[in-house]
């Protein structure tokens, strides 16, 4: 017997866990020597790498809420069909974002000192209103994503350790706030380049072993076995309401990450144009093999549950597969830092880009302009640990972690996916278009998930209308009002004069 299955599983867990924390509070405590600026703290002094960008920007699209709300949930709904989900989010969500967005966003921010989306929006639709209405919904919006993370984590933590979901939150949330608290921006991107590796070790192993389980019993036999309950089920072919289901989840995982303030921000520190196209190819691969893997393994929960949901519901999916599938106690500690570690990125990039928007757009630009940027770091990480609070305290929401997830990303992508594209590339948007595509995009997505209650299953749906409603009102409005020769009709077209690159 090897020493590791001598030791006792919940010791062998915890010092997997301590390893990876005290690695943690290391990189904070290092980074918290450099820098104090907000450029240092937010940007990075726009100096990352391809490896380091690319593997922040995926461990922040891929959290415990994919890997434990999504990929569940998704292959108990749709069985194999499931996988596709992970693949659009490479094609899509990965190698298309980073052609179309990386290096123009990177130009543009760099060019006119940009470190959010609110000054993005200011500069390019010359409105101070736009800054502060974005960054009023970046904050409260990224609020119950923020929170279906913690909800994704706890999930597993309970069902593997065995402890209190509370006590889990608390000590996830104390993790990411320590993070953000000691190094900002650089401290995340270095913290999330070794994470990014522990989540492609990790995933390839879990496949392995879950593949090698009794439950599923080969590669060969399990996808036997799952096409035969699809076709019992009524699963293959889909219905058409859940093939219209799986389209809005696949889009919205997919597209919706481009209007995603958080993902968009890791475009802001890249170093040059040949670290974007690295980028290109190192976040693509990374997406095939988390996403594609993540909902690979969810594909199969019908195997090991049967047609009956497990207590607790979709939430609980994932956490009891790995629970029943045998795996070595090592494994399971390295999968639990592997969700840890997925966990506490997205929480980071959320916390800082909602906070930083605060206290640059809505504090030092609105209400103190003398403000030193010394102090508006300072601020920042206060309101990083004000950020966490709230966070714990909508986790505590009896919400599905798929629906709180669903809810934020609709509303935020509807609000600001259309301004945000066409701004990069087509001189003819203006600041009336981009508020009608704005407003728009916010009120076909918030509405109907308010009006339920934040409990309607239909998320993704919303979400996927609310993006194409404000494509099609930038493109109407800003015609219109061109056409009227209206105030807001003006054009900016000296935001895209692209000097030599130099600075933060």
């Known amino acids: 017997m090897g020493y590791f299955t001598l030791m006792d599983r919940q010791l062998t867990i915890w010092i997997v866990i301590g390893v990876y924390a005290v690695f943690m509070l290391a990189v904070g405590i290092l980074s918290s020597r450099r820098g104090e600026g907000m450029a240092s703290f937010t940007v990075g002094g726009r100096n990352a790498g391809a490896w380091i960008s690319a593997l922040s ?30 693949i659009g989010n490479a094609v899509f969500g990965s190698l298309l974002a980073w052609l179309v967005l990386a290096n123009r966003t990177r130009e543009l921010t760099r060019q006119h000192h ?27 919006f990224l609020i119950p994503y923020s929170a279906s993370v913690y909800k994704g984590l706890t999930s597993v933590c309970s069902v593997i350790l065995g402890i209190d979901e509370q006590v889990c939150m608390i000590v996830i949330a104390i ?51 799952m096409l035969d309950y699809m076709k019992s089920h009524e699963m293959a072919p889909l219905s058409g309401k859940s093939a219209v289901a799986l389209i809005s989840t696949i889009l919205m995982t997919s597209f919706g990450t481009w209007g995603l303030p958080q993902m968009v921000h890791k475009y ?35 195997l090991f549950f049967g047609e009956t949901m497990p207590e607790g519901g979709k939430d609980f999916l994932v956490p009891l597969m ?38 640059m757009d809505l504090v030092k630009s609105g ?46 992508s509807g609000s600001f996916l259309a301004p945000y594209l066409l701004c990069l590339y087509w001189k003819g948007i203006n600041r009336a278009g981009a508020w009608a595509g704005m407003l728009g995009g916010f009120l076909t ?19 996927c209308i609310a993006m194409a409603v404000s494509f099609l009102l930038c493109f109407a409005v800003s015609k219109l009002a061109t056409i009227m020769k209206w105030r807001s009709s003006q054009r900016n077209d000296a935001f895209y004069r692209i000097r030599e690159e130099s600075g933060s």
């Open 57 to 86: 920007y995926g461990t922040a699209y891929f959290s415990a809420v994919m890997f434990v709300g999504y990929s569940g949930g998704s292959g108990w709904s749709y069985g194999l069909w499931s996988i596709l989900v992970g």
């Open 114 to 140: 940009i470190k959010s989306m609110p000054q993005l929006f200011e500069k390019r639709f010359q409105s101070p209103a736009m800054r502060l209405f974005s960054c009023i919904i970046i904050f409260i």
């Open 175 to 225: 993790a990411s706030a320590l993070l953000l608290v000691l190094g900002g921006y650089m401290a995340t991107l270095k913290a999330d380049f070794v994470q990014g590796f522990v989540m492609m070790f990790g995933v390839a192993a879990l496949i392995v072993l879950l593949v090698l389980s009794p439950q599923v019993g080969g590669l060969q036999n399990g996808l036997s076995n």
């Open 268 to 302: 802001y520190g890249i170093r040059d144009k040949k670290e974007v196209k690295r980028g290109v190819v190192i976040s693509t691969f990374f997406a095939l093999l988390v996403a594609g893997g993540g909902y690979f393994i969810g594909s199969f929960s019908h």
């Open 322 to 359: 790995l629970d029943q599938a045998g795996l070595p106690n090592l494994l399971i500690g390295v999968i639990l830092v592997l969700l840890i570690s997925a966990s506490v990125s997205t929480l980071s990039s959320i916390t800082l880009t909602a906070c930083s928007t605060v206290s």
């Open 367 to 412: 209400l103190r302009k003398t403000m030193a940027d010394k102090n508006v770091a300072a601020l920042t990480r206060i309101l990083c640990l004000a950020f966490v609070v709230l966070s714990y305290l909508i986790a505590n929401y009896p919400t599905p972690i798929l629906e709180m997830m669903s809810y934020s990303w609709g509303i935020l």
């Open 445 to 463: 997505a918030f509405l109907p998930a308010a009006f339920s209650g934040f409990t309607t299953p239909d998320g993704p749906l919303y979400a």
